[in-house]
């Protein structure tokens, strides 16, 4: 039988051997859970998600139906490693969802932070629901549910959004081998699974992803100096050691735009904004500083090979007073 409660008395997964155990012990309670039957899980590459669908696979194989739904918001790199690790490598059931053009469509024009959340989310839905609807022979949906989630829904601080949301009509039982695990434990059982490094240490990454650091109203053009500045952010932290090191890292590009000078000639660009922070509960949070020669670097491959972008800023500002994201 699934535990829904973690057990006061359980040791903390630290150990690959305690991981194959964890696994072990997931795999049979799946079996035993699911049968025969078929399991649908929206698949976003996240840390959590990618587990529980590591774990389904190895439990039911074929009967795990994977939806992968691309809204455009993404981190340049995630719906192709999405595809690779679950659909070359792991054999998943995958389905994709190119549904780029419906999210930005929605979205265009929209600059109220809380109203860019909620059409995310809502198509989001939206999306799922009409992919469930295609598929025949669905009981349950597998999902990605961790031990702090429901801590946090328990205790009132956030809405436990992985349960539920759908309509009427696709009520499934859920399935949730990852529900009685703090994230470090995830990430263990993550790689013991052989998941890639890129996908066990993930950073955290908001649902809305880079439609909350596109700032305002999100046009194509602004969105993508977002994703390519981000990564090449990435990619430097990478080449220098900070990645897993630094608990998050992104940029920003706001809407206005200021004077520069590019090869002699005025340009007239939006800046990027990069923020780096650690911390241990997301509650209160300090700045990373960076090596200035890492700023400098930055701020060259930044403005040079991101279109639309001349300027480069740094946020230095603890949370509280700010937020981490932007909206
Ligand atoms: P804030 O901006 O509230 O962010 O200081 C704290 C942490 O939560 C992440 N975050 C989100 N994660 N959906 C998520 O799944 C969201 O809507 C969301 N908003 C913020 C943020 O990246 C940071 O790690």
């Avoid at 602004?222 to 992104?250: H, M, N, P």
């Amino acid at each position: 039988m699934a535990l829904l409660v973690r057990p006061d008395n359980m040791e903390r997964i630290s150990t690959p051997e305690q991981a194959k155990a964890y696994i072990d012990e997931q795999i049979k309670d799946i079996q035993e859970q699911v049968k025969d039957k078929k399991v649908l899980l929206a698949l976003s590459g996240g840390v959590d998600s990618s587990v529980c669908a590591a774990l389904l696979i190895k439990a039911i194989g074929q009967n795990l139906v994977c939806v992968h739904v691309n809204h455009g918001l993404l981190r340049k790199g995630e719906p192709e490693e999405v595809i690779r690790v679950f659909k070359e490598e792991l054999g998943a059931n995958l389905i994709y969802v190119d549904a780029v053009d419906r999210f930005l469509d929605k979205l265009a024009g929209v600059d109220d932070p809380e109203q860019k959340r909620h059409i995310i989310g809502a198509e989001f839905i939206d999306v799922f629901a009409e992919e469930a609807r295609k598929l025949d022979g669905i009981e349950f949906l597998g999902q990605g549910t961790i031990w702090p989630d429901i801590l946090e829904s328990e205790a009132g601080i956030k809405a436990h959004h992985n349960a539920g949301g759908l309509p009427e009509d696709l009520q499934f039982e859920l399935v949730e081998p990852v529900r009685i695990l703090y994230k470090d434990e995830v990430r263990v059982v993550g790689k013991e699974l052989g998941l890639p490094d890129s996908m066990v240490y993930r950073q955290p990454f908001p649902g809305p992803g880079l439609g909350v650091r596109c700032p305002g109203a999100i046009t194509r053009d602004r969105l993508e100096a977002v994703r390519e500045s981000d990564a090449i952010l990435r990619e430097e932290f990478a080449k220098a050691g900070l990645e897993g090191k630094v608990w998050q890292y992104f940029t920003v590009v706001p809407d206005f735009k200021s004077t520069g000078i590019t090869d002699g000639k005025r340009t007239f660009a939006w800046p990027c904004i990069i923020r780096a922070i650690n911390t241990t509960d997301v509650v209160e949070v300090t700045v990373e500083h960076l090596d200035p020669a890492l700023m400098d670097h930055l701020a060259l491959r930044i403005t040079t090979e991101v279109p639309g972008i001349n300027r480069v800023l740094y946020d230095f500002t603890p949370k509280p007073p700010a937020t981490v994201e932007y909206e």
